[in-house]
């Protein structure tokens, strides 16, 4: 096997340096020979051994060696270290802003609906008062207007019995009711002198009544606590102050100029009867209140 003078010479320069091109890995160095009709350059690759590469020739035989070693893996192998840090800080960074992101968005959504139910219950509590108030206020309208209709019943009822009434003072027994009445009359006001007020229609009918009513007292007061008594009881001269029509019939008895008196007409009988007997009336007019 031949070699050619290149390799002879590239052999030779190898075995020339020895420990030199050993001891040059980590730096770069020139050497310098004479008599060398090829200058070389020695190139480290950051991967490979060491080796030679010829440039030029010189004319004249004088030849200069460079050797030069490419920088060391440390810096590389460093940047890529470097790199590789921070694109896992980076990495990192972004995972973790990721994370705090979802984490903020779930929170504001979290607590964007705990607005939207809290705001939705306040509408419907506010709605569902709203509608008791309505209701309420439906039921009070028909109450009112069911006691305003019942009362127009009461009333009717005391219109009619009133009406009743009024046939009643027409009637055969009115007079012997009227002097009933004024004999009721003077045993309730306790007074001598005594003026009675009855309708104009009535007049006559108790001056023909009046001696025979005085005459019951007299002897009703001496019957239970034995004293006599000679009352006065006249009858009201002034027209003017006749008790009215809606009166229906009976009398008033006043005394001490008015101070006294007492109502004994067949309309404040009724409405004393119409008040006892209201509950037994409702009662018999609307028996769902039971």
Same mark, same amino acid.
């Given at each position: 096997?031949?070699?050619?003078?290149?390799?002879?010479?590239?052999?030779?320069?190898?075995?020339?340096?020895?420990?030199?091109?050993?001891?040059?890995?980590?730096?770069?160095?020139?050497?310098?020979?004479?008599?060398?009709?090829?200058?070389?350059?020695?190139?480290?690759?950051?991967?490979?051994?060491?080796?030679?590469?010829?440039?030029?020739?010189?004319?004249?035989?004088?030849?200069?060696?460079?050797?030069?070693?490419?920088?060391?893996?440390?810096?590389?192998?460093?940047?890529?270290?470097?790199?590789?840090?921070?694109?896992?800080?980076?990495?990192?960074?972004?995972?973790?802003?990721?994370?705090?992101?979802?984490?903020?968005?779930?929170?504001?959504?979290?607590?964007?609906?705990?607005?939207?139910?809290?705001?939705?219950?306040?509408?419907?509590?506010?709605?569902?008062?709203?509608?008791?108030?309505?209701?309420?206020?439906?039921?009070?309208?028909?109450?009112?207007?069911?006691?305003?209709?019942?009362?127009?019943?009461?009333?009717?009822?005391? /219109?009619? +019995?009133?009406? !009743?009434?009024?046939?009643? =003072?027409?009637?055969?027994? @009115?007079?012997? $009711?009227?002097? %009933?009445?004024?004999?009721?009359?003077?045993?309730?006001?306790?007074?001598?002198?005594?003026?009675?007020?009855?309708?104009?229609? /009535?007049? +006559?009918?108790? !001056?023909?009544?009046?001696? =025979?009513?005085?005459?019951? @007292?007299?002897? $009703?007061?001496? %019957?239970?606590?034995?004293?006599?008594?000679?009352?006065?009881?006249?009858?009201?001269?002034?027209?003017?102050?006749?008790?009215?029509?809606?009166?229906?019939?009976?009398?008033?008895?006043? =005394?001490?100029?008015?101070?006294?008196?007492?109502?004994?007409?067949?309309?404040?009988?009724?409405?004393?009867?119409?008040?006892?007997?209201?509950?037994?009336?409702?009662?018999?007019?609307?028996?769902?209140?039971?």
């Amino acid at each position: 096997m031949t070699h050619s003078p290149l390799a002879a010479e590239l052999s030779g320069v190898r075995g020339a340096l020895g420990i030199e091109l050993l001891s040059a890995v980590t730096k770069p160095f020139q050497v310098e020979r004479s008599h060398w009709p090829y200058t070389f350059g020695l190139v480290l690759s950051p991967c490979r051994s060491p080796f030679l590469v010829p440039f030029f020739l010189t004319n004249d035989f004088i030849c200069s060696l460079s050797v030069s070693f490419a920088p060391s893996c440390r810096p590389h192998r460093q940047v890529n270290f470097i790199l590789q840090e921070a694109h896992e800080k980076a990495n990192e960074i972004r995972v973790k802003t990721e994370h705090d992101f979802n984490l903020e968005k779930q929170t504001l959504v979290h607590e964007a609906k705990l607005n939207v139910q809290e705001e939705f219950q306040k509408k419907e509590k506010d709605h569902e008062i709203q509608e008791r108030i309505a209701r309420s206020a439906e039921i009070g309208e028909c109450r009112v207007k069911k006691m305003k209709v019942r009362d127009d019943l009461l009333k009717n009822l005391i /219109d009619e +019995a009133g009406q !009743k009434l009024a046939m009643v =003072a027409r009637g055969q027994n @009115y007079p012997h $009711l009227l002097q %009933k009445l004024i004999v009721q009359g003077l045993i309730k006001i306790e007074e001598n002198d005594v003026t009675i007020y009855c309708r104009g229609e /009535d007049v +006559a009918t108790i !001056k023909s009544i009046l001696p =025979a009513a005085i005459k019951e @007292y007299v002897g $009703l007061i001496e %019957k239970e606590a034995g004293v006599k008594l000679s009352p006065n009881v006249t009858i009201n001269a002034n027209r003017e102050k006749d008790l009215p029509e809606s009166s229906y019939g009976g009398v008033t008895l006043t =005394a001490i100029d008015g101070k006294i008196v007492c109502d004994n007409t067949m309309a404040s009988r009724l409405n004393l009867v119409y008040s006892e007997l209201l509950p037994a009336i409702r009662a018999l007019l609307f028996p769902e209140e039971q």
